[in-house]
């Protein structure tokens, strides 16, 4: 077993490459209506690539970490799996063609790349084990010099902040939900990617600052104050999603002219739509409130285990 250990050394971080090669077998062997859900609508090559690459740098930086004496558990390292392989299931297989042809389906997908997919990845944390396992001109060079840029570190201080940032979460729901402009959208190709990657994105500044799991000052937000935004930002959600729900009236006739994947009455299929901004989108502010809530209650741990500590 010693003999083979170099073996195993100079394996382990070939590894994620193994995992890829594998997955690209497996579509070889599932059935052909489930092979062609599971490749691309429209395939990107940037959304390919920079999903590569971080499940490539997070698979590397766990195994540094471990090395290194410093595991990541189990949670953690699975909210990032499920993270990832959500957005890439929402942007890169076929039920990005789903949603850009039924409404409800539309909704769902948005739910996840502005809601679900980027509080997972806030929960997991994982800038520490990206960073360890990235190679080393990026992480010892070009990210440092990213994160020094006075450019960037002010363009997200302002994204960040306590009062623009659920703003700004919220506004943007409103803003492609315009009827006139989520029209434009949905027949240009060009225009729903931005859409898409808009919505990814701000999610992420928005659960990322949610979910730090460092107390104020070192975070931006203190936990209380997190957890009245949270639920700030419920009431625009639910009044929006009970206006599309409620209405007699088809708002998004694109659909219709595009034509409808699924055969369902068109002021049915923005009902759904409405209730899936509605209740679950909304249902994710109570989510995240009790995640600030238990980080709060093992810093307070934290704190009185260390105050104990120090009387004795």
Same mark, same amino acid.
């Given at each position: ?10 394996? #382990? *971080?070939?590894?994620?490459?193994? =995992? ?7 579509? /070889? %062997?599932?059935? !052909? ?25 997070? +698979?590397?930086?766990?195994?540094? =970490? ?5 595991? #990541? ?6 909210? %990032? ?67 020094? @840029? &006075? ?7 302002? =994204? ?8 700004? %979460? ?17 027949? @240009? ?18 659960? %990322? ?22 639920? +700030? ?6 009044? =929006? ?5 409620? !209405? *007699?009236? /088809? ?17 049915? /299929?923005? &009902? ?7 209740? *679950? ?7 995240? !409130? ?9 810093? /307070? ?12």
């Amino acid at each position: 077993m010693n003999a083979l250990s170099p073996r195993l050394r100079l394996f #382990r *971080p070939n590894i994620p490459i193994i =995992l890829i090669l594998l997955a690209v077998i497996f579509l /070889d %062997f599932v059935p !052909s209506g489930m092979r062609n859900f599971l490749l691309p609508w429209n395939f990107s090559p940037f959304i390919f690539c920079l999903t590569i690459f971080c499940g490539f740098s997070y +698979a590397r930086g766990m195994g540094v =970490l471990r090395r290194q004496g410093l595991p #990541r558990g189990f949670w953690k390292p699975l909210s %990032f799996w499920l993270s990832l392989g959500l957005f890439y299931g929402m942007l890169q297989t076929r039920f990005d063609y789903y949603a850009q042809h039924v409404f409800f389906m539309h909704r769902l997908q948005h739910m996840v790349l502005h809601h679900l997919a980027p509080f997972l990845m806030a929960l997991s944390w994982p800038q520490q084990v990206l960073k360890a396992g990235m190679p080393s001109f990026i992480s010892s060079r070009w990210l440092p010099r990213i994160q020094q @840029n &006075h450019i960037m570190k002010r363009t997200f201080n302002f =994204l960040q902040h306590p009062f623009v940032s659920p703003v700004l %979460f919220v506004g943007i729901i409103y803003f492609w939900l315009w009827p006139a402009l989520h029209f434009d959208a949905m027949i @240009n190709l060009h225009l729903y990617n931005i859409m898409n990657w808009s919505m990814a994105f701000d999610g992420l500044l928005f659960w %990322f600052l949610m979910c730090d799991p460092r107390p104020y000052p070192v975070s931006r937000i203190a936990f209380g104050r997190r957890i009245l935004i949270l639920w +700030a930002i419920m009431l625009p959600q639910i009044a =929006l999603g009970a206006v599309i729900a409620l !209405s *007699p009236v /088809d708002l998004y006739p694109s659909y219709a002219l595009c034509g409808r994947a699924f055969n369902i009455n068109p002021i049915v /299929d923005q &009902h759904l739509g409405g209730l899936i901004t509605w209740i *679950p989108s909304s249902m994710m502010s109570a989510i995240g !409130s009790l995640a600030v809530l238990r980080m709060m209650v093992r810093h /307070d741990e934290r704190i009185h285990e260390a105050l104990r500590v120090e009387r004795t």
